[in-house]
């Protein structure tokens, strides 16, 4: 379920503040929704319809490469394509953010010295390391996609 008018960014400029139905200024008004798997698209296009009344003219939205790549080398798009659809349709723009933090756990499977590690040699399971000969690989094949 998509909870967009609890966590969200909005920066506002003079025209939404003063109650203005459309934004005519150049300041970005944006949202950045959280999303745990597909939303009621239903709710999803009311609530769209709504930001943009007040304003918001754009969505920031993760692209969690866990979600996308779940299988190596199958990319699934289908949801972020959804996303786009509906917000165009609502008349908000769509920034989607390639989240590359979100690693998918065959990643980890497949290259278990790939994990970045601090000064103390302790390693974090969000993040890859950089010197790791697969990540450039792996980051350049998502993005491609």
Known sequence: MVSLLTI????LSPAVSSGAKHMQSSFFVGVIPWFSG??????????VRQLRDIGVNCMEIDVAWREVESTPQLYDWSLYQELNEHLEKGGVNFAPILSVHYVPDWVWKTF????LRNENN????????????????????????
Do not use: G, M
């Open 8 to 11: 969200c960014l909005v920066l």
């Open 38 to 47: 597909p939303p009621d698209w239903e709710t999803f296009d009311s609530r």
């Open 112 to 115: 278990p010295d790939i994990h």
């Open 122 to 145: 302790a390693t974090t399971s969000e993040y890859l390391s950089i010197w790791h000969p697969q990540t450039k690989i792996l980051l350049t094949n998502f993005i491609k996609s």
